[in-house]
T-cell receptor, first 109, second 115 residues
Framework: ELKVEQNPLFLSMQEGKNYTIYCNYSTTSDRLYWYRQDPGKSLESLFVLLSNGAVKQEGRLMASLDTKARLSTLHITAAVHDLSATYFCAVDRSEKLVFGKGTKLTVNP | EAGVTQFPSHSVIEKGQTVTLRCDPISGHDNLYWYRRVMGKEIKFLLHFVKESKQDESGMPNNRFLAERTGGTYSTLKVQPAELEDSGVYFC?????????????FGQGTRLTVV
């Protein structure tokens, strides 16, 4: 059974700081996704990582994928308050997504 | 273009009652998915429609849950009778492409509370 583990589950950081969220998964998969969710809102797709070594960046967020290590990271650079949200990673398994528990990020002034 | 919309946004019902959740996918999307997040747990897959057919319903927890997608447009998820452990947020997602789950667009979810 495919398992997806994220850590940390809760992250409180100061504006301007850098941090990384980790996503490990237990079986081979070629597709990994990062989503953002604001309270009461839908899941917003941030990144789709399709191959080993893939790196994508959007603003202060950068995601990478190492399929050999079964690890993806979401790096936050110089955090700002607007990044406060819950971030989910998910792995594609037979046309369905298997999610991690999510990382609730709070960026404090 | 309208996104995936779900109704209601919140529902509070008593144990033993029936609740029906509705999802309107993005127009033209053949794939429709239901997921659920129980508090503190992962978002878990419930089922997948391709048009009006159930492609995969392996995540449905038990026979109290019934999903339909008549005509291949909107979908309903009925819980009858509801139990306390059914509380959670139910997400619907749709995508246009077969075999590409992650091109799915999610709705805002329906928060179901069973008391």
């Amino acid at each position: 059974e495919l398992k997806v583990e994220q850590n940390p589950l809760f992250l409180s950081m100061q504006e301007g700081k850098n941090y990384t969220i980790y996503c490990n998964y237990s079986t081979t998969s070629d597709r990994l996704y990062w989503y953002r969710q604001d309270p009461g809102k839908s899941l917003e797709s941030l990144f789709v990582l399709l191959s080993n070594g893939a790196v994508k960046q959007e603003g202060r967020l950068m995601a990478s994928l190492d399929t050999k290590a079964r690890l993806s990271t979401l790096h936050i650079t110089a955090a700002v308050h607007d990044l406060s949200a819950t971030y989910f990673c998910a792995v594609d398994r037979s046309e369905k997504l298997v999610f991690g528990k999510g990382t609730k990020l709070t960026v404090n002034p | 273009e309208a996104g995936v919309t779900q109704f209601p946004s919140h529902s509070v019902i008593e144990k033993g009652q029936t609740v029906t959740l509705r999802c309107d996918p993005i127009s033209g999307h053949d794939n429709l998915y239901w997921y659920r997040r129980v508090m503190g747990k992962e978002i878990k897959f419930l089922l997948h429609f391709v048009k009006e057919s159930k492609q995969d319903e392996s995540g449905m927890p038990n026979n109290r849950f019934l999903a339909e997608r008549t005509g291949g447009t909107y979908s309903t998820l009925k819980v009858q009778p509801a139990e306390l452990e059914d509380s959670g947020v139910y997400f619907c997602a749709s995508s246009p492409l077969q075999g590409v789950a992650a091109e799915a667009f999610f709705g805002q979810g329906t928060r179901l509370t069973v008391v």
